[in-house]
């Protein structure tokens, strides 16, 4: 199973790797096929970045629910293929249309995040869920950091150069799964498909009937949404609050990637060891509501900086609360478990992206009745600290 756990890793970092890749060239992509100005870019870039989100959300439980009838190995390749196709189309796009097309069908393929994540539940035992997560978790966060930084070099070599790199890492990736990926759905495990449940509020409607799920659910959501708060509104804070030029918020976020990744890698296993799953999340959950008041009110850019590798260390709430879900479900729902997932963490960024924005807006402008640009980061911590509290309510 190494090979094939190393296939999935890889797809988890090649779909982060993917996202980040073009982020920076499409301001100027968006420019160069509308023949618009910086202004109408921005509006069109936040309708593509929706649109990504809204098919995340509305394919996440059909892949999930997909992969538990007809097995993990042919939706990854399958939608792997059809990736690296859509990235070529984006590559020699001529218009709008045509990069809100590849949007869609970018954020159906990028779906498979819940896929991936059922075959790392499908090899764990109780006891290795929540360090398997973590380390799904790290390569997400770490091609998080890689992409943006490609893609940044690759530029240089033209607006198209990235969307051929991305149809050439999900091109390769899918070669080798073919030849390493084993399938791990069995007979055993096999569910009938269903539409009743492999839309999103279907899901949502099978998964409720699970005792605790809803409540956890609940909290993986206020925990996504306060977490949204980072590319939604960091580079703007950062520069206004403390005047940091681009390369310095590039910096501050690879950092907080590398930390996140060694965080969700390396230490989760001992932090569970010493804390439990329940702990783990109780404790990332509790830090994360001091280190975004922290955020929001402190007076140094170097201090803040400092304390970003700090902050990286709740990140060990994503897999202790994805493994105490996990074990909540049965063998043969982990798809449709990790889909409905996908959805809700998709919904919760939707939802962040538009409320942190406005928040800081508001609270930004010289002429506000509050001057606090940090308004965003006290909402995010109190978003956290909602979540804190139905999570200990839960029995």
Avoid at 19 to 37: N, Y
Avoid at 97 to 104: E, N, P, Y
Avoid at 114 to 121: F, R
Avoid at 278 to 305: E, Q
Wanted: hydrophobic fraction near 55%; aromatic fraction near 12%; glycine fraction near 10%.
């Amino acid at each position: 199973m190494r090979a094939g756990t190393a296939f999935i890793l890889i797809t988890v970092l090649i779909d982060s790797m993917g996202i980040g890749l073009i982020i920076p060239v499409m301001p100027a992509l968006i420019r160069e096929v509308q023949g618009t100005g910086l202004q109408s870019a921005v509006l069109w870039g936040a309708v593509l970045s929706v649109t990504f989100a809204v098919m995340q959300f509305l394919f996440g439980p059909l892949l999930g629910n997909l992969s538990d009838r007809f097995g993990r190995r042919p939706i990854m390749l399958i939608s792997l293929v059809v990736l690296a196709l859509d990235y070529l189309v984006m590559a020699v796009a001529g218009s709008i249309w045509i990069l809100l097309a590849g949007r869609v069908v970018g954020g159906i393929t990028a779906a498979t995040h819940a896929t991936a994540n059922a075959y790392m539940a499908d090899i764990s035992t109780p006891e290795q869920k929540s360090t398997n997560f973590g380390l799904a978790g790290a390569a997400f966060g770490l091609g998080f950091v890689l992409g943006p930084a490609i893609g940044g070099v690759l530029a240089e070599f033209g607006t198209r150069a990235p969307f051929y790199a991305a149809a050439l890492l999900a091109t390769a990736n899918a070669i080798f799964g073919y030849f390493v990926l084993r399938e791990t759905v069995t007979d055993r495990i096999r569910r009938p498909f269903s539409w009743r449940r492999a839309n999103p509020f279907g899901a949502f409607r099978q998964l409720n009937n699970l005792p605790g799920i809803r409540a956890l659910l609940v909290v993986y959501f206020l925990y996504q949404m306060a977490f949204g708060v980072y590319p939604a509104v960091w580079a703007y804070y950062t520069q206004l609050r403390f005047g940091w030029s681009e390369a310095v918020v590039g910096l501050s976020l690879a950092l907080f990637g590398v930390s996140l990744a060694i965080v969700q890698g390396g230490l989760i296993r001992p932090a569970i060891r010493v804390l439990g799953e329940r702990g783990a999340v109780i404790y990332g959950l509790a830090a994360d509501v001091v280190f975004f008041v922290l955020t929001a009110l402190i007076w140094s850019g170097l201090v803040l900086l400092a304390l970003t590798p700090i902050a990286a260390l709740a990140g060990v709430i994503t897999p202790a609360l994805q493994s105490i879900m996990s074990q909540q479900v049965s063998d043969d729902a982990q798809g449709e478990l990790q889909g409905a997932m996908t959805s809700v963490a998709a919904i919760a960024m939707i939802l962040s992206y538009a409320v942190m924005s406005v928040t800081f807006w508001q609270f930004s402008g010289a002429d506000g009745a509050i001057y606090l640009p940090g308004a965003p980061f006290l909402l995010s911590s109190a978003l956290v600290g909602l979540g804190l509290v139905v999570f200990l309510r839960r029995a």
